[in-house]
């Protein structure tokens, strides 16, 4: 499966953007589903993932409150919301898929598929 993500942008602290991440499958649906992001500098981190079917979400403490994922299948379309930003926020988002796990998982190693990322600036 080939991901896109898009929808990153310069905001101010406290605005908000919304990722969007399109899966080239129809199936997308069985795919786990999470979205990561990498700062200058530093590793790569775990921000919020979805399971297959959507209804299970989980988040890094760092954004729970502030980011929703969600999924729509007719779309094969994952997002991220982002409310509340914050400087520290900025990094390239990427989006992966897991074709085994049901569940997203926080760990990279476990998705087999990435997007090429999108920059998110939250300026101070």
């Known amino acids: 499966v080939q991901l896109q993500a898009s929808g990153g942008g310069l905001v101010q602290t406290g605005g908000s953007l919304s990722l969007s991440c399109v899966a080239s499958e129809r199936n997308f649906c069985m795919y786990a589903a999470g979205w990561f992001r990498q700062a200058p500098g530093k590793e790569r981190e775990f921000v919020a993932g979805?399971?297959?079917?959507?209804?299970?979400?989980e988040y890094t403490d760092s954004v729970k409150g502030r980011f929703t994922v969600s999924r729509d299948h007719a779309k094969n379309t994952v997002f991220l919301h982002m409310n509340n930003l914050k400087p520290e926020d900025t990094a390239v988002y990427f989006c992966a898929a897991d074709r085994v796990r049901v569940f997203a998982n926080p760990v990279a190693k476990f998705y087999e598929y990435w997007g090429r990322g999108t920059l998110v600036t939250v300026s101070s």
């Open positions: 979805a399971s297959r079917a959507g209804g299970t979400t």
